[in-house]
């Protein structure tokens, strides 16, 4: 949590975690650069109304960075296409495979830099409060919405 007076503080969690449910749909139904731009747009205009440091958000990306670097490789030896790029013994890059990869990066990115913002704008307790508010349907059948909501 990152301490700061913004819109982003003071908003609800509830509100702050379906937008946040919301952003991550959008990210992984976009098929075009131009979603994805508008997807950073987003990501990007919540940093700045949320008053906090980039070099803050930036830092929830470095637990992740081996993850994405192992799977842009995979996906980038793997993946087939139509339009061979590089062959080399048995390593072939396609431009579709180099495509899939740039999306699927960027994708895990924003992920992560979406979520760190909403944990950077939104006290633990808050949250959990939230999660427990958006989940009450759920113990009309008994389910412990308490219990998941602190997990």
Same mark, same amino acid.
């Given at each position: 949590?990152?301490?700061? +007076?913004? @819109? ?5 969690? *509830? ?7 919301a952003y991550?749909?959008?990210? @992984? ?10 997807c950073a ?10 008053? /906090? ?8 990306? +470095? ?6 670097? @192992? ?7 793997f993946h ?14 396609? *431009?579709?495979? #180099? ?25 633990? /307790? ?10 009450? $349907?759920? +113990?009309?059948?008994?389910? $412990? ?5 602190? #997990?």
């Amino acid at each position: 949590y990152y301490p700061a +007076k913004s @819109f982003m503080h003071k908003s609800d969690p *509830r509100i702050k975690l379906l937008a946040l449910i919301a952003y991550i749909v959008a990210l @992984f139904l976009t098929k075009n650069f131009y979603g994805l731009a508008a997807c950073a747009l987003v990501l990007v205009l919540g940093i700045i109304f949320s008053r /906090v440091p980039l070099g803050s958000v930036l830092r929830s990306v +470095k637990a992740i960075i081996f993850l994405l670097v @192992f799977t842009a490789v995979l996906n980038l030896f793997f993946h087939g296409g139509e339009h061979l790029l590089v062959h080399w013994g048995i390593i072939k890059i396609y *431009r579709e495979g #180099i495509i899939f990869t740039i999306f699927f990066v960027l994708r895990l990115f924003f992920l992560v830099m979406g979520s760190a913002l909403l944990t950077l704008t939104t006290t633990p /307790v808050e949250l959990t409060d939230g999660i427990e508010s958006l989940l009450t $349907p759920l +113990k009309w059948v008994r389910f $412990p919405v308490h219990e998941l909501a602190l #997990i």
